[in-house]
């Protein structure tokens, strides 16, 4: 594989994006918004600034690296030679099928189609193309350039082929594919989600407080974040829509997203995107400050 075309130039798309090209590969980066490539662009080349800075990588391959990379507005355009799609658009299903009826129409037909989606079932983004053994997850972790794990989910008709060729690829960019299948959450929303929300029961239950709470999960499990910090970080309409993903997919009521959790969302509170959620947050600050709201 050489050629791999990054649908989604946000958050995920860019990181992506980013460590495709410093592994060698040709990638085309599209996006439905060229504010949002010309964003992306300028994180990646500040994201390897930061690499070169730590003796990571050096000025020529932060150079050659960028090089590689070609931004597309025209989805038809970005993707007519890739040997690998990674899809990272917005988490919305309808989205999400479009682009991969698009995607079957418009690649070359032994190209692999990947999302990089967090809780949608890879079996129905599958069956909306001609060719559902060649569709797979490949869900990275935010900050992608960072984080080792690569969750490669298997969708009801993948080929062992495909998932082969995905873990291997996986490996060669220095990560750490795992395999899984694909039900709802896959693996590591299904442990982590019902986590956060039980620590958001935990809170409007009156238990503990906020700091309470992430420091007991902090000391006490040795996780670097608190679920309550890690819920601002991921945005709490993202947790929202993935507890009702296991709610709808499981039919089990010990999935049903806490009530304060379904408020804050609809109140605008999403966390450290819109500057608060359970914290407050200061552009240009790293201090930790619990919302005004919980004191
Ligand atoms: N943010 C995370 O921590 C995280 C972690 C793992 C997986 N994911 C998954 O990655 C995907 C992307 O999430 P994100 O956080 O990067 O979102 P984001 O909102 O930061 O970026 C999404 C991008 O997709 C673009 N887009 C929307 N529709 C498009 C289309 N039809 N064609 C091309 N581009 C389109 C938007 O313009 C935007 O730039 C989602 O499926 C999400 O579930 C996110």
Redesign the pocket.
Known sequence: MKNISV???????NGIAHVFAQFGYSVSL????AN?LEK?IATIRKNMDRQVSKGLIDEAEKTASMERIKIFTS?EDGVKDADLVV??????ID??L??FRKLDKYTPENCILS??????SITKIGAVTERPDKVIGM????PVPVMKLVEVIRGYATSDEVTNQIMELSKGLNKAPVEVNDYPGFVANRILMPMINEAIYTLYEGVAGIEEIDTVMKLGMAHPMGPLQLADF??LD?CLSILKVLHDGFGNPKYAPCPLLVNMVEAGYKGAKTGEGFYKYTPGSKELVVSERFK
Request: aromatic share 2%; no cysteine.
């Open positions: 649908i989604g130039s946000g958050t995920m798309g599209v996006d439905i918004s949002a992306a989805l899809e990272a658009a917005t988490e919305k989205i999400k479009d682009l999302s990089n989606t967090s809780s949608i869900h990275f972790m935010n991921i945005g993202v």
